[in-house]
């Protein structure tokens, strides 16, 4: 790693962690929800990245951070890049179907992500992660079983077919997380990733850039701050666990939108999702605890 491994810790930690950075990006989900419904979701994601970009740019350049090097600079431009057309379809479909719904879809993407990290990082995935997403994966199924009944309509069909192909995207995306965990601080990560998008964003600009009202001001500077502060904790996490350890914290975030969608939007839950939401909490904690490898007796490895 071109800048020194990081401290030992301990997986336990690093969830902890994780799961408080998809806290506040799920905060973030619901304030995006109601600017996409407001602005537009192109202009609600134009405003919020360049804002974000702002506020982390201040502190990178604050700091007096180095650049990056060819090999980071790689991972931010193609994260930051894949994150456009993620964002764009998750946020479009958001506004279309219900929080607590469409996190659920989107649980598709930790259980890629998986085996994406064998795939690409090389990583050994153990019995007990695979256990644990397959909970997961069974609690999603539950919810949709309690859901089957529910009349969605075409739009809601539309969103939803959105958010699954945002959810393919964002499986890589939590790979890219690893990557570029290791090779770059959390303050560089979050510039990087909110310049690179908003830059993208503003190709558009031209064509389909509207000024936001003054009364949505506080409310893009407060998804700005939560992108920023979720950006930063999820990088640290990444540099200090493997992607197939962390990639099931993202189940948490049903929690989170099943609260932020009734107490925001009025929507309501039913029954079986609670059930689905206890089976992914318990995937959850699974997936937190590691067995210490066996030591080698002969070369102490």
Not at 13 to 28: D, K, P, R, Y
Not at 43 to 52: D, E, P, V, Y
Not at 61 to 81: E, K, Q, Y
Request: proline share 6%; net charge neutral; glycine share 8%.
């Amino acid at each position: 790693m071109a800048r020194g491994d990081p401290p030992a810790t301990s997986t336990a930690i690093a969830f902890a962690v994780a799961t408080l950075g998809i806290a506040f990006f799920s905060a973030m989900d619901a304030v995006m929800k109601a600017l996409s419904l407001e602005l537009g979701t192109y202009n609600a994601l134009l405003w919020r990245t360049s804002a974000g970009a702002a506020l982390a740019g201040a502190l990178f350049f604050g700091l007096r951070s180095p650049w990056p090097g060819p090999g980071a600079a790689r991972v931010h431009i193609t994260r930051g890049l894949l994150s456009v057309p993620m964002a764009l379809l998750f946020f479009w479909g958001l506004a279309r179907v219900p929080m607590a719904q469409a996190i659920a879809l989107a649980f598709v993407a930790p259980l890629i992500a998986l085996y994406l990290a064998a795939i690409l990082l090389e990583e050994r995935i153990e019995r007990r992660a695979i256990l644990a997403s397959l909970l997961g994966f069974a609690g999603v199924i539950v919810i949709f079983a309690g859901q089957a009944e529910a009349e969605l309509g075409a739009e809601a069909f539309r969103g939803s077919l959105a958010i699954l192909c945002s959810a393919g995207l964002y499986a890589y995306n939590i790979i890219l997380m690893r990557r570029q965990a290791l090779l770059a601080k959390p303050v560089e990560v979050a510039f990087f990733t909110s310049a690179i998008m908003a830059g993208s964003f503003m190709l558009a600009a031209p064509f389909l850039a509207e000024p936001p009202p003054a009364g949505q001001l506080p409310a893009i500077a407060g998804a700005a701050a939560l992108a920023f502060a979720s950006l930063l904790l999820l990088s640290w996490a990444y540099a200090r666990a493997e992607a197939q350890h962390l990639a099931p914290v993202e189940y948490s975030s049903f929690i989170w939108a099943a609260i932020l969608g009734f107490v925001v939007f009025g929507e309501t839950v039913q029954p079986w999702t609670l059930v689905g939401a206890a089976m992914i909490v318990a995937a959850c904690l699974i997936a937190a605890t590691r067995r210490p490898r066996a030591v080698d007796p002969e070369t102490g490895l």
